[in-house]
C-alpha cells in the first residue's frame, strides 16, 4: 500500500514538473526594435508587421516588437534609438539617413536593418552596398539618381514650366548629392532651379520665396520633415497654381500632381526578409544592401484639371495610379 502511494505520488509528481516546464518559453523571444521619425498609425509599420507574421513569427509568442516614433520631430531620435539599445533589442528597423544616423550612432553592434535611405555609402553607413561591413544592412532608395526622372516626369505633365524650386533639408546628408543632380538634369532640359532650404519652423517662410522667385513648379525632395508637411506644402502648391512633384506617393494623395519612386510598403516588405535573415544568424556586413526592385508612378488627375493642366494620354497610360 505505501509502496503503491509512492507511486502515485512520484507520478504525480513528475506530471507537475512536467506542467511547470511547459509553461515557460522555449527560448528567448528577440525582440525586434522600429524606429520611425514619423507617428502611429502608419501604413509601412503594419506591413513589417504583417511580412514577419507571413514569415511565421506570431508577436507576443515567438517574436516581440518595441516601436518608437518620433512624431515629426528629428531631434527626438537620438533619445529613442538610445531607448531600444538600453531594452537590448536583437534587431532595429530603421527609415530614413537621420534615423539610420541616430541609430549607428547609440550602437555599433546591435544589427540595424535600414528601409528608405537615399544613398548609405555617401552617408558613411556601409563600405559599400554588397558588402556591408559592420552591423548596418538593408535597402537604399537611390533618390539621387531617381531626381532625374521625376523632373522628366513633371516636364512632360506640365510642359510649360520654366523655374523649379526644389525644396531641401540642409540638415538631411543626402540632400547635397540629391540637389545636384536635379539642377543638372533640369539644366539639360532647360529649367532654372530654385533651391528653398526648409526647416521645421519656417514651412510657410519658405514657401513665401517660392512665390517670391516666381517658380512655376515645385519639386519636394525625399525628407520625414517635409513628408510630415506634405499637406500643407500640397495645399500651398495648389493654391499658388504650381505643379508638384515627389517621390513618395503620399504627396499625390495630399494634392501634388505627380509622384514617382519605389514602393515604400515593398521596402518594408523586404526589410522583414533582412529581420528574418539576422534573427537566424546571418551577420549584417555579409548581407548585401538591395536597391528597389518595383516603382510606382502617381498621378493626382483632380489636381491637374485644378491646374488646368491635360495629362497626355502616353502618361497616364504609364500610371500605376490615377487619382481621381
Not at 250 to 262: E, M, P, Q, R, S
Request: net charge positive; charged share 20%.
Amino acid at each position: 500500500m505505501v509502496r503503491a502511494l509512492f507511486a502515485v505520488l512520484a507520478a504525480l509528481a513528475v506530471l507537475s514538473a512536467s506542467a511547470d516546464v511547459g509553461a515557460q518559453p522555449a527560448g528567448k523571444v528577440p525582440r525586434v526594435g522600429f524606429l520611425h521619425p514619423g507617428a502611429p498609425p502608419n501604413a509601412n509599420a503594419e506591413i513589417f508587421a504583417h511580412s514577419l507574421r507571413e514569415l511565421g513569427y506570431v508577436e507576443g509568442r515567438t517574436v516581440a516588437i518595441d516601436y518608437r516614433w518620433a512624431e515629426g520631430q528629428p531631434e527626438r531620435l537620438p533619445r529613442l534609438a538610445a531607448e531600444l539599445v538600453a531594452l537590448k533589442v536583437d534587431v532595429v528597423v530603421v527609415g530614413t539617413t537621420g534615423a539610420v544616423k541616430a541609430v549607428a550612432q547609440a550602437t555599433k553592434t546591435i544589427p540595424i536593418v535600414m528601409t528608405v535611405v537615399a544613398d548609405p555609402v555617401a552617408a558613411g553607413f556601409v563600405t559599400n552596398l554588397a558588402r556591408p561591413g559592420g552591423n548596418i544592412t538593408g535597402l537604399t532608395l537611390i533618390s539621387p539618381e531617381l531626381s532625374g526622372k521625376r523632373i522628366e516626369l513633371l516636364k512632360e505633365a506640365a510642359p510649360r514650366i520654366a523655374r523649379l524650386a526644389v525644396l531641401w533639408n540642409p540638415s538631411n546628408p543626402s540632400h547635397d548629392e540629391t540637389l545636384r543632380e536635379c539642377q543638372a538634369k533640369a539644366r539639360s532640359l532647360g529649367l532654372h532651379t530654385l533651391p528653398v532650404k526648409v526647416k521645421a519652423d519656417d514651412l510657410e517662410s519658405a514657401f513665401a520665396s517660392v512665390i517670391r522667385e516666381r517658380a512655376s513648379a515645385v519639386f519636394v525632395l525625399d525628407d520625414p520633415l517635409l513628408f510630415e508637411a506634405r499637406q500643407r506644402l500640397s495645399e500651398l502648391a495648389l493654391k499658388s497654381r504650381l505643379p508638384l512633384v515627389s517621390g513618395i506617393s503620399g504627396f499625390a494623395d495630399a494634392g501634388g500632381l505627380v509622384t514617382y519612386g519605389a514602393k515604400q510598403s515593398d521596402l518594408y516588405r523586404r526589410a522583414a526578409l533582412f529581420v528574418d535573415r539576422i534573427l537566424k544568424g546571418a551577420r549584417p556586413a555579409t548581407l548585401p544592401i538591395e536597391q528597389p526592385a518595383s516603382f510606382e508612378l502617381v498621378i493626382n488627375l483632380r489636381t491637374a484639371k485644378a491646374l488646368g493642366l491635360t495629362i497626355p494620354d502616353s502618361l497616364r497610360l504609364r500610371a500605376d495610379r490615377l487619382i481621381e
